[in-house]
Nanobody, 124 residues
Framework: QVQLVESGGGLVQAGDSLRLSCVAS????????VAWFRQAPGKDREFVAT????????YYADSVKGRFTISRDNAKDTVYLQMNSLKPEDTAVYYC?????????????????WGQGTQVTVSS
């Protein structure tokens, strides 16, 4: 069993940056693929970014491409989401997820473990 804990959320202004962190405990990330999803008020949870264990090239949703960067430190069992040039539409609860598979997926139901989420609010 893997427990995921996100941190780093907060209230920022448009154009600012934030870095989210997600630390695994219980069992390590190992060879799992990891991802970030987000859920805005009144909307479904949506895919943001993912990175596999074997293939180091990450994959991003079009809405964040060029602004967000996902990375992982396997030695620290931590995955990061660097968010730059934040927009009000990025406001959401951000969730970290891990998949018991080496390759990534953009589908929510492919992920086996989820964190509790961290709130990101971007004011205009």
């Amino acid at each position: 069993q893997v427990q995921l804990v996100e941190s780093g959320g907060g209230l920022v202004q448009a154009g600012d940056s934030l870095r989210l962190s997600c630390v695994a405990s219980g069992r390590t990330f190992g060879t799992y693929a990891v991802a970030w999803f987000r859920q805005a008020p009144g909307k479904d949870r949506e895919f943001v970014a993912t990175i596999s264990y074997i293939v180091s090239t990450p994959y991003y949703a079009d809405s964040v491409k060029g602004r967000f960067t996902i990375s992982r430190d396997n030695a620290k069992d931590t995955v990061y989401l660097q968010m730059n040039s934040l927009k009000p539409e990025d406001t959401a609860v951000y969730y970290c997820a891990a998949r018991v598979h080496t390759y990534y997926s953009t589908r929510e139901y492919d992920y086996d473990y989820w964190g509790q989420g961290t709130q990101v609010t971007v004011s205009s």
